[in-house]
């Protein structure tokens, strides 16, 4: 699957507070339930520690995990 | 490796103490009668292994069990208070008549049939369910249901009663027969059908049904599609008969999805009078239908795929989910959190059943418009919630393979014409000569 881009996960005005690094977009694999996605996502490039924006989490992964609940 | 529990002998049908009795890759349940002897069928062949098959459950008991516990399970179903597990589907049986008459069959339906339940009593049915079991999902099955003309009153009786999902039984045949008909039960508000749906070849239809059914079938689907009904395909796999055809019947499914929602195969059981025990080739069970479809899917579907059930026992079924991609392949959807080693209370893997079964099997929503907007994310989603299909085997038992151990797990329970709740197996055991120990035996009227 290609690199998924979100526009919720906007960088801007995001810096890593154990670095002090500027958040920059980089491809992040997010694995649940053994399904993966690779989805650009604001993150420390020192670190690499990732930023999963609110209304991302509360939005689309939401509703992936609704999708992939199972019996 | 041996497991001990209760089972029935088959003749007599007396409660007697039984093992599980592995031997190479194959687990047979052996019991013995002092008055009849000894008996030994399959259960289990190959990989994954009956041990591994597991995913325990901590009891949850009925919140109003009917029945108490006198003569020990299973002689006591209604639902007893020392039943394990709640109701994820309750099965109404509404009429005993049917346009068939299959040489299997667990009802034995359609030779002097009963009168039907009146819309009154079918409603006091109803009420039963809501007080053993609260508003799970309803199955309407029989005899063939659509043989009853008002079968979609009954069917907006249940909805508006409050029961959030309602599937029918049926061979189909009349839904692909009569004009209309699909859409005055989806108007009524069916959900979803249970399809039975043997194979895709008429040799098949032939030898389970006695008549060529397959034109009947692909009727039965376009009008369902089009009538906005969830469809579920239901083979009966009988070895040396369809078992070569399970791969077909997934390839067909992945072709009509959407509308297909899924794919429910249950292997052969033996109810109704046998002189001779079926032999142990006559049976297949979970872990070689889950390799047949290794094999027959050229490795798509994979038997590593399929997980336990968290509702009913371990043993009785398998499942896995598929994306059915664009060009109709299928990519595998989901596994199950963690290992599934740790117990978990019995009701909560009811209650994920039933919100699953809910909202899987039936009919999906509309396509959301995509073009031009969203990202993958969103086309991800928009096709996993549209064209997922769900594929799962469920194992029932019969007087040879009975294991009380899982009765006392089952989820799936029949409601007798007396109001009484009966684990589905239980209610269908019959001895090898035939004789019941619940059905024709609890008529009612509907005990209050």
Known sequence: MSVIKVPEADVSGWKCAACGEELVSMPVELEYLESLFTVELPACPACRFVLIPEELALGKMHQVEQLLEDK | MNRATESVCPVCLSRIPARHETVGGDTFLVKVCPDHGAFRAVVWRGDPGFREWSRPKIPSRPGTPFTKVEQGCPFDCGLCEAHRQHSCTAVMEVTWRCDLGCPVC?????VDAPPDPSPEEFGM???????ASGYCNIQLSGGEPTMRDDLPGLVRQAKSRGFGFV?????????????????ALADAGLDSVFLQFDGTRDGIYKALRGRPLLERKLAAIRALAEA???????????????????????????????AVRGVHFQPVSYFGRYPEPPADAQRITLPEIMNLLEEQSGGVMRASHFQPPGCEHSHCSCHANYVVIEDGGLTRLAGN???????????????????????????????????????????FINRASSHMLAVSAMAFQDCWTLDLERLKGCCIHSVAPDGRLIPFCAYNLTSQRGETVYRGKCDGPVRA
């Open chain 2, 337 to 379: 959190g963690g290992c599934g080693c740790k117990p978990r209370p019995a009701s909560e893997g009811a209650d994920r059943a039933k919100a699953f079964v809910k909202r899987q099997w039936a009919a999906s929503g509309p396509d959301l418009p995509m073009a031009g907007s969203g990202d993958d994310l969103d086309r």
């Open chain 2, 228 to 258: 906005g009904i969830g469809i579920v395909l239901v083979p009966t796999v009988v070895p040396g008969i369809n078992d070569d055809d399970l791969g077909a019947i997934i390839r067909f499914a992945a072709e009509n999805s959407p």
């Open chain 2, 125 to 131: 049915l109803l009420d039963r369910v809501v007080e």
């Open chain 2, 106 to 110: 667990f009802a034995s339906s359609g």
């Open chain 2, 167 to 183: 599937q029918l039984n049926t061979n189909g045949i009349r839904i692909g027969r009569e004009g209309g008909y699909a859409s």
